[in-house]
């Protein structure tokens, strides 16, 4: 009797056992999601030339790391320092010619001065032979001549004021730097310059190089793509969940996940970023097409994006591609997300390509400004 008991009791025991074990399993189903269909995604960053030209020198290769603004490939220059000669010449004839204009407006000022300095005489002379006339002591014949003195001196009074009036219609309001044919000539020697600069291309952004497919001698064109760039600290993962498994999970979520790469041995902490808009299907080169009558239902994943914790990323770098599992605590508060790495989608490698041309432009016209105002 008494074994008999004892059965019955372990028997007992072995079933509560069961059902807390199953109990267990499914609270903490309900407390998470979990996938190993997931994957390390980053950005690649695409290298290419903003000219033309051929390549004389590749400066970095496969797996190499660089530097934002890092020098990765030459292209020829000839052509580039001839067009840069050339905008320079352009340069110099242009405020030299503007300086033309200005002394023009100068000498015709000078020239309206002497006209009305002879107008005056002539109306002088006329009125004194008018006030003689009366007496007889001057013919009529003078007095007929000094009128026409009086008129000649004022059409030619006319004519240097609309000389003046052409003249400072050239140079009214300006200076020889701010003058439209300098100015002109200025932004012509800035985009000889700025392609010269170009003929060097450099590291947008801070990477591990990868996919160069550019060779020396090769003739590139512009826009297109040399190397790829892929910045470490720019990594995240897509974690493709069932459909049925995304009922409960929302962006802050906390997210814990293992790297194949690492083991478990390596926890990353990480954060629910928010699900892509459609499944993986929906948006593959050739979507499903499921009007036909032989339809059969496949459960469809869709992409969660998750956020990695940088100092655990710069601790354990991972690669593009490989292999996570990946395991969301539904459960957990949604917490605020960190500030928006896409902030540092940006590159100031580009924004110095004018300086040189300043410089070269503030030389040339101090050389051919002379003593004239350049402000």
Not at 274 to 294: I, V
Request: aromatic residues 4%; without cysteine.
């Amino acid at each position: 009797m008494n074994t008999q008991k004892k059965i019955y009791a372990g028997a007992a025991a072995i079933l509560f056992a069961g059902v807390a074990g199953a109990a267990w399993i499914m609270g903490s189903t309900a407390r998470s999601e979990s996938t190993e269909d997931a994957y390390v995604e980053g950005n690649i960053v695409q290298v290419t030339p903003q000219v033309g030209g051929s390549v004389t020198l590749i400066a970095a290769d496969n797996t190499d790391y660089v530097q934002a603004g890092q020098p990765l490939v030459h292209l020829n220059e000839v052509d580039a320092q001839l067009a840069v000669a050339r905008a320079e010449a352009q340069l110099s004839r242009a405020v030299r010619q503007v300086r033309v204009q200005f002394a023009n407006a100068t000498q015709q000022i000078a020239n309206v001065t002497l006209r009305a300095t002879d107008l005056s005489k002539v109306q002088s002379d006329l009125a004194r032979r008018q006030q003689l006339a009366s007496s007889g002591a001057v013919s009529g014949e003078d007095l007929r001549h000094a009128e026409d003195a009086v008129r000649a001196a004022q059409a030619a009074m006319s004519v240097a004021e609309q000389q003046l009036a052409s003249s400072q219609a050239l140079v009214d309001q300006t200076s020889i730097a701010s003058h439209p044919d300098v100015q002109a000539a200025v932004a012509a020697l800035r985009d000889a310059y700025v392609s010269a600069s170009r003929t060097t291309v450099r590291a947008p952004v801070s990477g591990h190089v990868s996919k160069r497919n550019v060779q020396i001698g090769q003739r590139v064109s512009a826009g297109s793509a040399v190397m790829s760039i892929v910045p470490p600290e720019q990594m995240w993962v897509s974690a493709n969940f069932k459909e049925s498994q995304l009922r409960n999970i929302r962006a802050g979520q906390a997210v814990e996940l293992v790297a194949d790469l690492y083991g478990r041995s390596v926890r990353y902490k990480g954060r629910v970023v928010g699900q892509e808009a459609g499944t993986g299907s929906a948006f593959a080169l050739l979507p499903a097409q499921n009007a036909s009558g032989n339809w059969i239902k496949v459960v469809q994943r869709v992409p969660v994006r998750i956020a990695l914790d940088q100092k655990e990323l710069a601790a354990h770098p991972l690669k593009l591609g490989l292999s996570m599992r990946v395991q969301v605590d539904t459960a957990s508060p949604v917490a605020p997300l960190a500030a928006d790495s896409r902030k540092g989608y940006q590159t100031d490698v580009f924004a110095h390509e004018l300086e040189d041309a300043d410089k070269a432009v503030a030389r040339i016209i101090a050389a051919n400004v002379g003593s004239q105002r350049v402000q």
